[in-house]
Each structure stands twice: as structure tokens, then as C-alpha cells.
């Protein structure tokens, strides 16, 4: 079992979301709905807000010709679709607010090509409270090169989700663990407020 975790510092952390826009959340998602997701993003949202955490929105989008989008010579390309207008527009829980950061990027990871370090150094915050969709892209793929980067992490298990259940819990159970801390929402509001 995981030790308490300790506290996080308001004015020293930021929440970062990852993906919680129109068109990804409208896919299925496990282990838990999109729906799950967005209600414990937004409520840590809210409560970092009012301590003084940094929120930082990211949203993945690409030019109209798709030109910008990363090279699809794999074994496995993710399905090649018309995009529908409106699909990288944060859902409606997720707007923006004043004060939060908004970065777009044009692959899975928020860091690559964007100015994510930049804003975060800038600002004097060293930790990082990460959720989001997709658990094993967009949320592994930022938590990866955060932590190459020297960030502290911790993982909000119960604020991210994935396309399959098996994909969420091996990130979860193997990856995460090994780049900060996986908690709960509810432990993360607790370490905000002050737990050891």
C-alpha cells in the first residue's frame, strides 16, 4: 500500500488535464466513462483555482490539411477520419478560466513543440498533478518527458481513463509508479489541503 501523500504545495504545483475535448471524450473509454472523468477533473480544477494551483488546459489539434500531424507509418495507424468541426474544442466543464494555461499540441505529448515548460518554469511550479484521456497516450506520453524534465508527479488515477481497461491499469500499475505517485482525487484534494 502507498504511503500518504505528502503535501502539494498550491503555489508550486499545476493541474495539468490532457485531452478533455469534444472529440476525445466523446469515444468509449475505460475504465471509467469520459463523463467520470471530466466530473474529478473539474472538481480538482475548481479546488486548485481557489488555492492558487495552476491549472493548465491542453488540447490536441491539427491544420486543416493535416499536414502538422505526426507521420503515420506504423504497423498500427490509429483510424484516419474526418475530423468534425468543433472536435478539439475543450468540453464545456473544461473551459478555460482566467489564470489557466492553454496548450495546444499536434501529438500525444503536451511538452514536444509547445511552450508547456516554459509556462510551468516560468511560474516557479516543479510539480505536476496530471489526468486525462488518453491514460496510455496523451497522459503517459506527457508524464514521460515531465519526468525527464525533473518534475515531481503524481497521477490522479480516478481523473484519467483510456480506450481499454487492460491499457489504463498497465500504465497505471507499471509505468506511473515508477515516474511519481498514483493517487486518488480524493487524496490529492487531502495533500492540497494540507496532509502530510
Excluded: C
Aim: hydrophobic content about 45%; aromatic content about 6%.
Amino acid at each position: 500500500m502507498a504511503a500518504q501523500l505528502k503535501k502539494i504545495e498550491p503555489s508550486r504545483s499545476a493541474l495539468v488535464l490532457i485531452d478533455l475535448q469534444r472529440g476525445i471524450t466523446g469515444r468509449p473509454s475505460a475504465p471509467r466513462s469520459a463523463a467520470e472523468v471530466i466530473r474529478a477533473a473539474a472538481k480538482l480544477a475548481s479546488a486548485f483555482r481557489e488555492r492558487g494551483g495552476l491549472v493548465v488546459l491542453v488540447h490536441v489539434t491539427f491544420s486543416p490539411d493535416g499536414a502538422d500531424a505526426p507521420p503515420r507509418d506504423v504497423d498500427e495507424p490509429m483510424a484516419q477520419q474526418k475530423l468534425p468541426a468543433g472536435w478539439d474544442q475543450f468540453v464545456d466543464e473544461m473551459t478555460p478560466q482566467p489564470g489557466d494555461v492553454v496548450i495546444t499540441k499536434r501529438q500525444w505529448g503536451a511538452f514536444y513543440g509547445t511552450d508547456l515548460d516554459l509556462q510551468l518554469r516560468r511560474r516557479g511550479r516543479d510539480t505536476i498533478v496530471i489526468g486525462g484521456i488518453s491514460t496510455n497516450f496523451g497522459v503517459e506520453s506527457t508524464a514521460r518527458d515531465a519526468w525527464e524534465r525533473g518534475y515531481r508527479l503524481v497521477f490522479v488515477e480516478d481523473a484519467m481513463a483510456a480506450m481499454a481497461a487492460e491499457d489504463h491499469a498497465f500504465a497505471v500499475k507499471r509505468i506511473f509508479p515508477r515516474l511519481g505517485h498514483v493517487r486518488s482525487s480524493i487524496e490529492v484534494l487531502a495533500a492540497l489541503d494540507g496532509a502530510p
